[in-house]
């Protein structure tokens, strides 16, 4: 998994902990933060599978993607499904990014009152 930049990393830390319900960790530790949530993953997966469940719909996980890794690691599924909270929170950061309203654009002038 690629490490993000400082302000990815920033972002994803503060969506991903209120999600999860983490303590916010150091942002410059992100691997200690990575390890945090692999804990919590992994707590949920033996105590609270629907809860789980839950947050991975919310926070938009690929159920598709998610089977086809965790067959591929079936050893480690924490470990797994950390990287994919991770790796769609940083989607979600470069998709908003990237469809920014840019305020030069006039292609739907049109449609203001």
Do not use: C
Request: no cysteine.
């Amino acid at each position: 998994m690629e490490i993000p930049n400082d302000a990815i990393k920033t972002q994803a830390q503060q969506i991903i902990s209120r999600n999860f319900n983490l303590p916010e960790l150091s942002i410059g530790d992100f691997e200690k933060f990575r390890e945090a949530l692999k804990d919590k993953i992994e707590d949920l997966l033996h105590h609270d599978f629907e809860k789980l469940l839950w947050v991975l719909y919310r926070v938009d996980v690929s159920e598709s993607r998610a089977n086809q890794l965790l067959a591929e690691h079936p050893d480690k599924p924490a470990e797994v499904l950390a990287d994919l909270v991770i790796e769609r929170q940083i989607q979600k950061y470069h998709s908003r990014i990237n469809y920014k309203s840019n305020p030069n654009d006039d292609r739907d002038k049109d449609l203001l009152m």
